[in-house]
Protein backbone atom coordinates (compact mmCIF):
# COMPACT_ATOMS: atom_id res chain seq x y z
CA UNK A 1 0.00 0.00 0.00
CA UNK A 2 3.14 2.25 0.58
CA UNK A 3 4.50 1.52 -2.89
CA UNK A 4 0.94 2.98 -4.24
CA UNK A 5 0.81 6.12 -2.06
CA UNK A 6 3.97 6.73 -3.24
CA UNK A 7 3.23 6.12 -6.73
CA UNK A 8 0.62 8.44 -6.74
CA UNK A 9 2.48 11.57 -5.37
CA UNK A 10 5.40 11.04 -7.65
CA UNK A 11 3.17 11.18 -10.52
CA UNK A 12 1.53 14.31 -9.23
CA UNK A 13 5.32 15.76 -8.50
CA UNK A 14 6.26 14.80 -11.51
CA UNK A 15 3.78 16.67 -13.52
CA UNK A 16 3.91 20.35 -11.31
CA UNK A 17 7.81 20.15 -12.12
CA UNK A 18 7.24 19.41 -15.74
CA UNK A 19 4.42 21.92 -15.91
CA UNK A 20 6.82 25.19 -14.33
CA UNK A 21 8.82 25.18 -17.63
CA UNK A 22 6.75 23.64 -20.02
CA UNK A 23 4.79 27.41 -18.81
CA UNK A 24 7.48 28.85 -19.51
CA UNK A 25 8.23 27.79 -22.92
CA UNK A 26 4.41 28.31 -23.69
CA UNK A 27 4.46 32.18 -22.91
CA UNK A 28 7.66 32.24 -25.35
CA UNK A 29 5.81 30.60 -28.30
CA UNK A 30 2.49 32.54 -27.74
CA UNK A 31 4.77 35.95 -27.70
CA UNK A 32 6.34 35.18 -30.62
CA UNK A 33 9.99 35.16 -28.58
CA UNK A 34 12.59 32.56 -29.65
CA UNK A 35 12.36 28.87 -28.40
CA UNK A 36 13.74 25.45 -29.42
CA UNK A 37 11.10 25.00 -31.66
CA UNK A 38 11.80 27.68 -34.61
CA UNK A 39 12.81 24.82 -36.83
CA UNK A 40 9.20 24.69 -37.44
CA UNK A 41 8.24 28.35 -38.73
CA UNK A 42 8.67 26.97 -42.60
CA UNK A 43 5.83 24.12 -41.75
CA UNK A 44 3.54 27.30 -40.04
CA UNK A 45 4.30 29.82 -42.80
CA UNK A 46 3.25 26.93 -45.55
CA UNK A 47 -0.02 26.28 -43.62
CA UNK A 48 -0.75 30.28 -43.58
CA UNK A 49 -0.08 30.38 -47.09
CA UNK A 50 -2.53 27.66 -47.79
CA UNK A 51 -5.04 29.41 -45.55
CA UNK A 52 -4.85 32.72 -46.78
CA UNK A 53 -3.84 33.60 -43.16
CA UNK A 54 -1.86 37.14 -42.71
CA UNK A 55 -0.08 35.84 -39.71
CA UNK A 56 1.50 39.52 -38.52
CA UNK A 57 -2.48 40.99 -38.26
CA UNK A 58 -4.29 41.32 -34.88
CA UNK A 59 -8.10 40.42 -35.10
CA UNK A 60 -10.70 41.74 -32.60
CA UNK A 61 -12.14 39.18 -30.14
CA UNK A 62 -14.99 39.23 -32.41
CA UNK A 63 -12.86 38.49 -35.33
CA UNK A 64 -11.15 35.57 -33.74
CA UNK A 65 -14.87 33.83 -32.22
CA UNK A 66 -16.02 34.21 -35.79
CA UNK A 67 -12.72 32.18 -37.00
CA UNK A 68 -12.44 29.68 -34.15
CA UNK A 69 -16.57 28.98 -34.90
CA UNK A 70 -16.29 28.36 -38.51
CA UNK A 71 -13.72 26.51 -39.06
CA UNK A 72 -14.96 23.87 -36.32
CA UNK A 73 -18.47 24.20 -38.24
CA UNK A 74 -16.65 22.99 -41.31
CA UNK A 75 -14.69 20.30 -39.47
CA UNK A 76 -17.84 19.18 -37.92
CA UNK A 77 -19.57 18.90 -41.49
CA UNK A 78 -16.72 16.64 -42.77
CA UNK A 79 -16.40 14.24 -39.90
CA UNK A 80 -20.38 13.83 -39.97
CA UNK A 81 -19.84 12.92 -43.69
CA UNK A 82 -17.33 10.37 -43.23
CA UNK A 83 -18.72 8.59 -40.10
CA UNK A 84 -21.91 8.32 -42.18
CA UNK A 85 -19.93 6.81 -45.46
CA UNK A 86 -16.70 4.65 -43.56
CA UNK A 87 -18.27 1.45 -44.36
CA UNK A 88 -17.83 1.74 -47.74
CA UNK A 89 -14.08 3.71 -47.07
CA UNK A 90 -10.81 2.59 -47.16
CA UNK A 91 -8.58 1.03 -44.10
CA UNK A 92 -11.33 -0.87 -43.20
CA UNK A 93 -9.91 -4.20 -42.61
CA UNK A 94 -12.72 -5.68 -40.11
CA UNK A 95 -14.87 -4.82 -41.97
CA UNK A 96 -17.30 -2.58 -39.58
CA UNK A 97 -20.13 -0.34 -41.19
CA UNK A 98 -21.35 2.86 -41.14
CA UNK A 99 -22.68 4.55 -38.60
CA UNK A 100 -26.21 6.10 -38.18
CA UNK A 101 -27.08 9.37 -38.70
CA UNK A 102 -27.82 10.17 -35.04
CA UNK A 103 -24.64 8.04 -33.68
CA UNK A 104 -22.49 10.00 -36.52
CA UNK A 105 -23.97 13.35 -35.20
CA UNK A 106 -23.16 12.82 -31.57
CA UNK A 107 -19.39 11.21 -32.63
CA UNK A 108 -19.13 13.88 -34.85
CA UNK A 109 -19.81 17.15 -32.24
CA UNK A 110 -18.29 15.15 -29.07
CA UNK A 111 -14.78 14.95 -30.85
CA UNK A 112 -14.93 18.23 -32.46
CA UNK A 113 -15.92 19.82 -29.15
CA UNK A 114 -12.39 17.67 -27.17
CA UNK A 115 -15.35 15.55 -25.59
CA UNK A 116 -15.09 12.32 -27.03
CA UNK A 117 -18.25 11.12 -25.60
CA UNK A 118 -18.67 7.66 -26.87
CA UNK A 119 -21.70 6.03 -27.78
CA UNK A 120 -20.01 2.88 -29.60
CA UNK A 121 -17.19 0.67 -28.88
CA UNK A 122 -14.03 1.17 -30.74
CA UNK A 123 -13.11 -1.57 -31.91
CA UNK A 124 -16.37 -2.28 -33.54
CA UNK A 125 -18.28 1.23 -34.12
CA UNK A 126 -15.39 2.99 -36.28
CA UNK A 127 -13.17 2.24 -39.19
CA UNK A 128 -8.71 2.81 -39.65
CA UNK A 129 -9.59 5.59 -41.84
CA UNK A 130 -12.00 7.59 -39.40
CA UNK A 131 -9.95 6.77 -36.32
CA UNK A 132 -7.32 8.56 -38.18
CA UNK A 133 -9.16 11.36 -40.56
CA UNK A 134 -12.07 12.13 -38.04
CA UNK A 135 -10.83 10.93 -34.53
CA UNK A 136 -7.34 11.47 -34.45
CA UNK A 137 -7.28 14.83 -36.55
CA UNK A 138 -10.22 16.36 -34.23
CA UNK A 139 -8.44 15.40 -30.88
CA UNK A 140 -5.47 17.33 -32.46
CA UNK A 141 -7.48 20.72 -33.47
CA UNK A 142 -10.36 20.67 -30.29
CA UNK A 143 -7.61 20.70 -27.99
CA UNK A 144 -5.45 23.51 -30.30
CA UNK A 145 -8.81 25.49 -30.59
CA UNK A 146 -9.23 25.22 -26.12
CA UNK A 147 -5.19 26.07 -25.98
CA UNK A 148 -5.68 29.52 -28.57
CA UNK A 149 -9.22 30.60 -26.77
CA UNK A 150 -7.58 30.25 -23.36
CA UNK A 151 -4.43 32.49 -24.75
CA UNK A 152 -6.50 35.64 -26.58
CA UNK A 153 -7.77 35.75 -22.67
CA UNK A 154 -4.02 36.82 -21.93
CA UNK A 155 -3.64 39.99 -23.26
CA UNK A 156 -7.17 41.26 -21.51
CA UNK A 157 -4.97 41.37 -18.07
CA UNK A 158 -2.08 43.46 -19.98
CA UNK A 159 -2.22 47.37 -19.05
CA UNK A 160 -2.68 48.93 -21.88
CA UNK A 161 -6.40 49.81 -23.87
CA UNK A 162 -6.51 47.60 -27.22
CA UNK A 163 -9.00 46.61 -29.79
CA UNK A 164 -7.37 43.16 -30.93
CA UNK A 165 -6.38 40.59 -28.37
CA UNK A 166 -4.33 38.37 -31.23
CA UNK A 167 -4.42 36.09 -34.24
CA UNK A 168 -6.68 32.96 -32.97
CA UNK A 169 -5.23 31.04 -36.80
CA UNK A 170 -1.94 31.60 -35.59
CA UNK A 171 -2.24 30.73 -31.89
CA UNK A 172 -4.26 27.62 -33.09
CA UNK A 173 -1.10 26.62 -35.64
CA UNK A 174 1.07 27.15 -32.84
CA UNK A 175 -0.33 24.98 -30.87
CA UNK A 176 0.09 21.90 -32.93
CA UNK A 177 3.50 22.49 -34.49
CA UNK A 178 5.55 23.63 -31.19
CA UNK A 179 3.43 21.86 -28.30
CA UNK A 180 1.12 18.97 -29.32
CA UNK A 181 2.92 17.35 -32.74
CA UNK A 182 6.48 17.06 -29.99
CA UNK A 183 4.79 15.35 -27.22
CA UNK A 184 2.10 13.39 -28.64
CA UNK A 185 5.17 11.81 -30.92
CA UNK A 186 7.04 11.26 -27.65
CA UNK A 187 4.38 10.01 -25.71
CA UNK A 188 3.60 7.42 -28.85
CA UNK A 189 7.27 5.83 -28.69
CA UNK A 190 7.00 5.21 -25.61
CA UNK A 191 3.25 3.81 -25.44
CA UNK A 192 4.51 1.03 -28.66
CA UNK A 193 7.56 0.27 -27.12
CA UNK A 194 5.76 -0.83 -23.83
CA UNK A 195 3.38 -2.94 -26.30
CA UNK A 196 0.27 -0.67 -28.04
CA UNK A 197 -0.52 -1.35 -31.16
CA UNK A 198 0.96 0.73 -33.82
CA UNK A 199 0.22 -1.01 -37.23
CA UNK A 200 -2.44 -1.14 -39.85
CA UNK A 201 -3.28 -4.77 -38.99
CA UNK A 202 -6.45 -6.34 -38.83
CA UNK A 203 -7.62 -8.29 -35.70
CA UNK A 204 -5.45 -11.00 -34.59
CA UNK A 205 -7.05 -14.57 -32.95
CA UNK A 206 -5.87 -15.87 -29.14
CA UNK A 207 -6.41 -18.29 -27.47
CA UNK A 208 -7.30 -17.72 -23.88
CA UNK A 209 -6.03 -19.70 -20.65
CA UNK A 210 -9.43 -20.56 -20.40
CA UNK A 211 -9.36 -22.18 -23.69
CA UNK A 212 -11.76 -19.50 -25.40
CA UNK A 213 -10.84 -17.98 -29.13
CA UNK A 214 -11.24 -14.49 -29.33
CA UNK A 215 -10.39 -11.99 -32.26
CA UNK A 216 -8.39 -8.85 -30.54
CA UNK A 217 -8.29 -5.55 -31.99
CA UNK A 218 -5.11 -3.89 -33.49
CA UNK A 219 -4.29 -0.65 -35.67
CA UNK A 220 -2.47 2.40 -35.23
CA UNK A 221 -3.45 3.38 -31.62
CA UNK A 222 -0.69 4.57 -30.19
CA UNK A 223 -0.59 7.53 -31.90
CA UNK A 224 -4.20 8.62 -30.96
CA UNK A 225 -3.64 7.29 -27.52
CA UNK A 226 -0.88 9.86 -27.08
CA UNK A 227 -2.97 12.88 -28.44
CA UNK A 228 -5.96 11.55 -26.43
CA UNK A 229 -4.18 12.26 -22.88
CA UNK A 230 -1.68 15.28 -24.15
CA UNK A 231 -4.71 17.16 -25.60
CA UNK A 232 -7.68 15.99 -22.61
CA UNK A 233 -9.64 14.21 -25.28
CA UNK A 234 -9.93 11.31 -23.99
CA UNK A 235 -12.08 8.49 -26.09
CA UNK A 236 -10.69 5.13 -26.37
CA UNK A 237 -8.69 3.25 -29.19
CA UNK A 238 -11.02 0.30 -27.59
CA UNK A 239 -13.87 0.00 -25.62
CA UNK A 240 -12.37 -0.40 -22.68
CA UNK A 241 -10.62 3.30 -22.84
CA UNK A 242 -7.04 2.83 -20.55
CA UNK A 243 -8.58 -0.20 -18.81
CA UNK A 244 -7.76 -1.96 -21.71
CA UNK A 245 -3.89 -3.66 -21.83
CA UNK A 246 -3.41 -2.81 -24.86
CA UNK A 247 -4.41 1.06 -24.72
CA UNK A 248 -2.53 0.90 -20.91
CA UNK A 249 -0.49 -1.99 -20.50
CA UNK A 250 1.57 -1.55 -17.33
CA UNK A 251 2.18 0.97 -14.19
CA UNK A 252 4.64 2.85 -16.42
CA UNK A 253 2.51 3.65 -19.14
CA UNK A 254 0.18 4.38 -16.76
CA UNK A 255 2.18 7.13 -14.99
CA UNK A 256 3.23 8.66 -18.42
CA UNK A 257 -0.45 8.74 -19.46
CA UNK A 258 -1.89 10.27 -16.52
CA UNK A 259 1.15 13.18 -16.46
CA UNK A 260 0.42 13.72 -20.02
CA UNK A 261 -3.07 14.89 -19.67
CA UNK A 262 -2.82 16.70 -16.17
CA UNK A 263 0.43 18.58 -17.93
CA UNK A 264 -0.90 21.19 -20.12
CA UNK A 265 -3.88 22.27 -18.23
CA UNK A 266 -1.73 23.08 -15.05
CA UNK A 267 1.52 24.26 -17.19
CA UNK A 268 -1.34 26.65 -18.55
CA UNK A 269 -1.53 28.18 -15.59
CA UNK A 270 2.18 29.29 -15.25
CA UNK A 271 1.80 30.42 -18.91
CA UNK A 272 -0.42 32.64 -18.25
CA UNK A 273 1.69 34.15 -15.00
CA UNK A 274 4.86 34.40 -17.55
CA UNK A 275 2.88 36.00 -20.07
CA UNK A 276 1.50 38.88 -17.95
CA UNK A 277 4.50 38.97 -15.70
CA UNK A 278 2.47 38.24 -12.83
CA UNK A 279 3.99 35.02 -11.55
CA UNK A 280 2.32 35.08 -8.19
CA UNK A 281 -1.34 35.41 -9.55
CA UNK A 282 -0.76 32.18 -11.11
CA UNK A 283 0.90 30.55 -7.85
CA UNK A 284 -3.05 31.95 -6.21
CA UNK A 285 -4.87 30.34 -9.23
CA UNK A 286 -3.22 27.42 -8.87
CA UNK A 287 -3.51 26.94 -5.35
CA UNK A 288 -7.21 27.03 -5.55
CA UNK A 289 -7.12 24.46 -8.03
CA UNK A 290 -5.04 22.26 -6.23
CA UNK A 291 -7.24 22.59 -2.90
CA UNK A 292 -10.32 21.92 -4.84
CA UNK A 293 -8.42 18.49 -6.47
CA UNK A 294 -7.32 17.52 -3.08
CA UNK A 295 -10.75 17.86 -1.35
CA UNK A 296 -11.57 15.45 -4.37
CA UNK A 297 -9.17 13.32 -4.67
CA UNK A 298 -8.45 12.08 -1.30
CA UNK A 299 -12.37 11.17 -0.04
CA UNK A 300 -12.40 8.91 -3.46
CA UNK A 301 -9.02 7.08 -2.33
CA UNK A 302 -10.05 6.91 1.07
CA UNK A 303 -13.45 5.45 -0.15
CA UNK A 304 -12.06 3.21 -2.83
CA UNK A 305 -9.30 1.62 -0.36
CA UNK A 306 -12.17 0.78 2.44
CA UNK A 307 -14.14 -1.27 -0.11
CA UNK A 308 -17.82 -1.59 -0.25
CA UNK A 309 -20.08 -1.61 2.66
CA UNK A 310 -22.57 -3.95 0.88
CA UNK A 311 -20.01 -6.68 0.43
CA UNK A 312 -18.63 -6.33 4.11
CA UNK A 313 -21.70 -7.09 5.27
CA UNK A 314 -21.76 -10.54 4.12
CA UNK A 315 -18.62 -11.16 5.59
CA UNK A 316 -16.36 -10.83 2.81
CA UNK A 317 -12.47 -9.38 3.44
CA UNK A 318 -11.90 -6.72 0.93
CA UNK A 319 -7.74 -6.47 1.90
CA UNK A 320 -7.15 -4.50 -1.30
CA UNK A 321 -10.34 -2.55 -1.46
CA UNK A 322 -13.39 -2.42 -3.75
CA UNK A 323 -11.99 -4.10 -6.65
CA UNK A 324 -15.09 -4.53 -9.26
CA UNK A 325 -14.12 -2.59 -12.23
CA UNK A 326 -10.60 -2.09 -11.83
CA UNK A 327 -7.90 -3.91 -13.25
CA UNK A 328 -5.38 -5.74 -11.15
CA UNK A 329 -2.53 -4.14 -12.12
CA UNK A 330 -3.33 -0.82 -11.09
CA UNK A 331 -5.11 -0.94 -8.30
CA UNK A 332 -7.87 1.31 -6.34
CA UNK A 333 -5.54 3.71 -5.37
CA UNK A 334 -4.35 4.47 -8.49
CA UNK A 335 -7.47 4.06 -10.19
CA UNK A 336 -9.35 6.00 -8.01
CA UNK A 337 -6.42 9.14 -8.59
CA UNK A 338 -7.26 8.86 -12.60
CA UNK A 339 -11.02 9.07 -11.94
CA UNK A 340 -10.37 12.43 -10.21
CA UNK A 341 -7.84 13.77 -12.44
CA UNK A 342 -9.69 12.73 -15.85
CA UNK A 343 -13.07 14.19 -14.28
CA UNK A 344 -11.45 17.77 -13.22
CA UNK A 345 -9.52 18.04 -16.26
CA UNK A 346 -12.01 17.07 -18.33
CA UNK A 347 -10.04 14.12 -20.59
CA UNK A 348 -12.61 11.33 -19.57
CA UNK A 349 -10.31 8.65 -20.20
CA UNK A 350 -10.71 6.08 -17.79
CA UNK A 351 -8.78 2.87 -16.31
CA UNK A 352 -11.09 1.73 -14.59
CA UNK A 353 -15.29 1.76 -14.62
CA UNK A 354 -16.69 4.78 -13.22
CA UNK A 355 -19.92 2.67 -13.10
CA UNK A 356 -18.70 -0.06 -10.41
CA UNK A 357 -16.64 3.35 -8.52
CA UNK A 358 -18.18 3.83 -4.39
CA UNK A 359 -21.08 6.00 -4.22
CA UNK A 360 -18.95 8.97 -2.60
CA UNK A 361 -16.44 8.44 -5.51
CA UNK A 362 -18.94 8.64 -8.06
CA UNK A 363 -20.19 11.89 -6.11
CA UNK A 364 -16.82 13.71 -6.58
CA UNK A 365 -16.22 12.54 -10.03
CA UNK A 366 -19.85 14.56 -10.68
CA UNK A 367 -18.75 17.47 -9.01
CA UNK A 368 -15.25 17.50 -10.45
CA UNK A 369 -17.00 18.01 -13.72
CA UNK A 370 -19.75 20.09 -12.22
CA UNK A 371 -17.17 23.03 -10.95
CA UNK A 372 -15.24 22.19 -14.58
CA UNK A 373 -12.54 24.84 -13.31
CA UNK A 374 -9.91 22.76 -10.96
CA UNK A 375 -7.44 22.62 -13.76
CA UNK A 376 -9.61 21.86 -16.58
CA UNK A 377 -9.24 20.68 -20.17
CA UNK A 378 -6.03 22.51 -22.08
CA UNK A 379 -7.20 25.85 -22.24
CA UNK A 380 -10.96 25.33 -21.32
CA UNK A 381 -9.48 25.08 -17.75
CA UNK A 382 -8.52 28.52 -17.63
CA UNK A 383 -11.88 29.95 -19.74
CA UNK A 384 -13.77 28.07 -17.08
CA UNK A 385 -12.29 29.49 -13.95
CA UNK A 386 -11.88 33.19 -15.95
CA UNK A 387 -15.63 33.57 -15.20
CA UNK A 388 -15.69 32.72 -11.62
CA UNK A 389 -12.72 34.75 -11.26
CA UNK A 390 -15.11 37.83 -12.74
CA UNK A 391 -17.67 37.13 -10.29
CA UNK A 392 -15.21 37.29 -7.27
CA UNK A 393 -13.91 40.56 -8.49
CA UNK A 394 -17.28 41.80 -8.79
CA UNK A 395 -18.54 40.71 -5.24
CA UNK A 396 -14.87 41.34 -3.68
CA UNK A 397 -15.56 44.60 -4.85
CA UNK A 398 -18.71 45.79 -4.18
CA UNK A 399 -17.79 44.08 -0.42
CA UNK A 400 -14.68 47.11 0.11
CA UNK A 401 -16.89 49.33 -1.36
CA UNK A 402 -15.04 50.18 -4.70
CA UNK A 403 -15.66 49.78 -8.53
CA UNK A 404 -14.79 46.51 -8.89
CA UNK A 405 -11.00 46.11 -11.08
CA UNK A 406 -9.33 43.37 -12.66
CA UNK A 407 -6.03 44.46 -13.21
CA UNK A 408 -6.72 48.17 -13.60
CA UNK A 409 -9.64 47.68 -15.63
CA UNK A 410 -13.75 48.19 -14.08
CA UNK A 411 -15.95 45.34 -14.20
CA UNK A 412 -19.04 46.26 -14.81
CA UNK A 413 -22.72 45.09 -15.42
CA UNK A 414 -22.18 43.72 -19.44
CA UNK A 415 -19.40 42.02 -17.97
CA UNK A 416 -20.67 40.00 -15.14
CA UNK A 417 -24.21 39.84 -16.67
CA UNK A 418 -21.87 37.53 -19.27
CA UNK A 419 -20.38 36.17 -16.85
CA UNK A 420 -23.31 34.93 -14.75
CA UNK A 421 -25.02 33.57 -17.79
CA UNK A 422 -21.94 31.69 -18.65
CA UNK A 423 -22.27 29.73 -14.96
CA UNK A 424 -25.60 29.31 -15.12
CA UNK A 425 -26.02 27.56 -18.39
CA UNK A 426 -24.31 24.68 -17.32
CA UNK A 427 -27.17 24.23 -14.71
CA UNK A 428 -29.63 24.55 -16.77
CA UNK A 429 -28.17 22.18 -19.45
CA UNK A 430 -27.39 19.16 -17.26
CA UNK A 431 -30.38 19.34 -14.54
CA UNK A 432 -32.50 20.37 -17.61
CA UNK A 433 -31.28 17.47 -19.85
CA UNK A 434 -31.66 14.86 -16.64
CA UNK A 435 -35.06 16.45 -15.61
CA UNK A 436 -36.30 14.96 -19.19
CA UNK A 437 -34.51 11.76 -19.40
CA UNK A 438 -36.04 11.39 -15.75
CA UNK A 439 -39.90 11.79 -16.52
CA UNK A 440 -39.40 9.79 -20.02
CA UNK A 441 -38.27 7.03 -18.03
CA UNK A 442 -40.86 7.13 -15.44
CA UNK A 443 -43.67 8.02 -17.18
CA UNK A 444 -42.92 6.66 -20.71
CA UNK A 445 -40.87 3.94 -20.40
CA UNK A 446 -42.71 1.81 -22.83
CA UNK A 447 -42.83 4.11 -25.96
CA UNK A 448 -42.59 2.33 -28.79
CA UNK A 449 -39.41 3.50 -29.69
CA UNK A 450 -36.55 1.57 -31.17
CA UNK A 451 -34.56 1.15 -27.48
CA UNK A 452 -37.60 2.25 -24.97
CA UNK A 453 -36.95 4.23 -22.09
CA UNK A 454 -37.20 1.27 -19.80
CA UNK A 455 -34.72 -0.37 -21.15
CA UNK A 456 -31.68 2.04 -20.66
CA UNK A 457 -30.95 1.85 -17.22
CA UNK A 458 -29.16 -1.44 -15.99
CA UNK A 459 -29.06 -0.23 -12.59
CA UNK A 460 -32.65 1.33 -11.82
CA UNK A 461 -33.45 3.40 -8.55
CA UNK A 462 -30.56 5.79 -6.91
CA UNK A 463 -27.31 4.66 -9.49
CA UNK A 464 -29.85 5.13 -12.14
CA UNK A 465 -30.77 8.32 -11.66
CA UNK A 466 -26.95 8.72 -11.41
CA UNK A 467 -26.25 7.15 -14.64
CA UNK A 468 -28.42 9.88 -16.27
CA UNK A 469 -27.04 12.49 -14.24
CA UNK A 470 -23.17 11.79 -14.88
CA UNK A 471 -24.27 11.56 -18.95
CA UNK A 472 -25.23 14.96 -19.19
CA UNK A 473 -23.12 16.49 -16.27
CA UNK A 474 -19.89 14.67 -19.15
CA UNK A 475 -21.48 15.79 -21.59
CA UNK A 476 -21.93 19.70 -20.69
CA UNK A 477 -17.79 19.68 -18.94
CA UNK A 478 -16.27 18.02 -22.68
CA UNK A 479 -15.50 15.05 -20.32
CA UNK A 480 -16.53 12.11 -22.48
CA UNK A 481 -16.89 9.69 -19.29
CA UNK A 482 -19.60 7.74 -18.45
CA UNK A 483 -21.63 5.68 -15.50
CA UNK A 484 -21.66 2.72 -18.51
CA UNK A 485 -24.78 1.06 -16.87
CA UNK A 486 -26.52 3.30 -19.13
CA UNK A 487 -28.05 2.05 -22.59
CA UNK A 488 -26.66 5.73 -24.81
CA UNK A 489 -26.45 4.58 -28.32
CA UNK A 490 -30.27 5.76 -29.50
CA UNK A 491 -31.84 8.57 -30.51
CA UNK A 492 -32.82 10.55 -27.63
CA UNK A 493 -29.24 10.38 -25.72
CA UNK A 494 -27.45 10.76 -29.03
CA UNK A 495 -29.40 13.83 -29.91
CA UNK A 496 -29.76 14.92 -26.41
CA UNK A 497 -26.55 14.86 -25.49
CA UNK A 498 -25.11 16.67 -29.08
CA UNK A 499 -26.88 19.77 -28.10
CA UNK A 500 -25.41 20.06 -24.59
CA UNK A 501 -22.36 19.18 -25.77
CA UNK A 502 -22.29 22.16 -28.08
CA UNK A 503 -23.66 24.68 -25.86
CA UNK A 504 -21.54 23.48 -23.55
CA UNK A 505 -18.31 24.05 -25.37
CA UNK A 506 -18.75 27.36 -26.97
CA UNK A 507 -20.93 29.13 -24.79
CA UNK A 508 -17.98 28.95 -22.06
CA UNK A 509 -15.60 29.88 -25.07
CA UNK A 510 -17.91 32.53 -26.32
CA UNK A 511 -18.68 34.00 -22.64
CA UNK A 512 -14.74 34.52 -21.30
CA UNK A 513 -13.49 35.46 -24.63
CA UNK A 514 -16.07 38.31 -24.97
CA UNK A 515 -15.17 39.90 -21.57
CA UNK A 516 -11.76 39.69 -22.66
CA UNK A 517 -12.23 41.91 -25.20
CA UNK A 518 -14.48 44.06 -23.85
CA UNK A 519 -11.85 44.67 -20.64
CA UNK A 520 -8.99 45.38 -23.44
CA UNK A 521 -10.68 47.86 -24.78
CA UNK A 522 -11.42 50.09 -21.38
CA UNK A 523 -9.18 52.70 -20.38
CA UNK A 524 -6.34 51.17 -17.60
CA UNK A 525 -6.28 52.43 -14.83
CA UNK A 526 -2.60 52.05 -12.86
CA UNK A 527 -3.34 50.43 -9.37
CA UNK A 528 -3.25 52.55 -5.86
CA UNK A 529 -4.05 51.64 -2.16
CA UNK A 530 -7.11 51.56 -2.63
CA UNK A 531 -6.72 48.66 -5.14
CA UNK A 532 -7.99 45.53 -4.43
CA UNK A 533 -5.35 42.87 -4.85
CA UNK A 534 -6.46 39.99 -6.81
CA UNK A 535 -3.07 37.94 -6.42
CA UNK A 536 -3.37 37.33 -2.38
CA UNK A 537 -4.10 34.11 -0.33
CA UNK A 538 -7.71 36.02 0.84
CA UNK A 539 -8.48 37.01 -2.64
CA UNK A 540 -7.58 32.85 -3.88
CA UNK A 541 -9.99 32.17 -0.63
CA UNK A 542 -12.82 34.64 -2.09
CA UNK A 543 -12.56 32.76 -5.45
CA UNK A 544 -12.53 29.50 -4.29
CA UNK A 545 -15.47 30.17 -2.10
CA UNK A 546 -17.43 31.97 -4.88
CA UNK A 547 -17.04 28.51 -6.74
CA UNK A 548 -17.97 26.59 -3.88
CA UNK A 549 -20.99 28.59 -3.51
CA UNK A 550 -22.02 28.44 -7.41
CA UNK A 551 -21.46 24.93 -7.47
CA UNK A 552 -23.30 24.18 -3.91
CA UNK A 553 -26.53 25.78 -4.84
CA UNK A 554 -27.16 24.69 -8.03
CA UNK A 555 -26.32 20.89 -7.60
CA UNK A 556 -26.48 19.89 -4.22
CA UNK A 557 -30.19 18.90 -5.03
CA UNK A 558 -29.50 16.72 -7.60
CA UNK A 559 -26.81 15.00 -5.86
CA UNK A 560 -28.56 14.15 -3.09
CA UNK A 561 -31.39 12.42 -5.39
CA UNK A 562 -28.52 10.17 -6.42
CA UNK A 563 -24.95 9.48 -5.03
CA UNK A 564 -25.57 10.65 -2.00
CA UNK A 565 -29.04 8.58 -1.46
CA UNK A 566 -26.79 5.60 -3.00
CA UNK A 567 -24.02 6.37 -0.31
CA UNK A 568 -26.47 6.57 2.88
CA UNK A 569 -28.31 3.56 1.38
CA UNK A 570 -25.27 1.10 1.67
CA UNK A 571 -25.05 2.14 5.17
Known amino acids: MTTEWIGVIVMYGLTVLLAIPLGKYLANVFKGEPTAFDFMKPLERLIYRIGGVD ?100 RSFMPKMTETVGNFYVLFTRSITRLLLPGSLVIALILAFNG ?111 GNPAIAHMGIAQPTGAMEGKEVRFGPLASAYWSIATTIISTGSVNSMHDSSMAMSGMMELLGMMVNAFYGGVGAGLLNFYYFLIIAVFISGLMVGRTPELFGRKVEAREIKIASIVALLSTLLVKGGTALATWLFINHGDSAWAVQPSAWLNNPGFHGFSEMLYEFTSANANNG ?71 ALSFFPALALGPLAEYFSLK
Open 55 to 154: ETADLTWKQNLAALLTINLVWLVLAFVLLLTQGSLPLNPDGNPSQTPDLAFNTAISFMVNCDLQHYSGESGLTYLTQLAVILFLMFTSAATGIAAAVLLF
Open 196 to 306: TPASFDGKDTIVTLQGDTVGVSRGPAAAMIAIKHLGTNGGGWFGANSAHPLENPNYLTNMVEMIAQMLIPIAMIFALGFFINRKRFAWVIYAVMTIGFLILVIPTIFSELG
Open 481 to 551: SGFEGLGDNNFFWNFSTGIVLILGRFIPIIGPVAIAGLLARKKYVPESSGTLPVDTPTFGLMIFAVIFIIT
